[in-house]
């Protein structure tokens, strides 16, 4: 069965910083590329940050500098580091495998406050 499962969401003040985790098993996902994406209230969900199976990584505009993405292979763990939050960056978050199939967590909420 396979899971992804998120944590290291919570409120924060701008300028603050979470560390998002995701925990995934029950396939060979050595395969996959990983990342993340963000759904806020009345929007569509879209990507933020992608590594590779390669290793290499990507991020929409508006979070570089401020968000690093990297993956612990040795203990199936995708991690985002988000920094200099702002209130923009106020979403729920979802880590996804883009194998063969897409597979997706549950999301973890994240909110920034002015």
């Known amino acids: 069965q396979v899971q992804l499962v998120e944590s290291g969401g919570g409120s924060v003040q701008a300028g603050g910083r979470l560390k998002l985790s995701c925990s995934y098993s029950?396939?060979?996902?050595?395969?996959?590329?990983m990342g993340w994406y963000r759904q806020a209230p009345g929007k569509t969900r879209t990507l933020v940050s992608f590594?590779?199976?390669?290793?290499?990584?990507t991020y929409i505009e508006s979070v570089k500098g401020r968000f690093a993405i990297s993956q612990d292979i040795s203990k199936n763990t995708l991690f985002l580091q988000m920094n200099s939050l702002k209130t923009e960056d106020t979403a729920v978050y979802y880590c996804?495998?883009?194998?063969?199939?897409?597979?997706w967590g549950q999301g973890t909420q994240v909110t920034v406050s002015s």
């Open positions: 996804t495998a883009h194998c063969d199939v897409h597979y």
């Open positions: 590594i590779s199976r390669y290793q290499s990584t």
């Open positions: 029950g396939y060979d996902f050595s395969t996959c590329g």
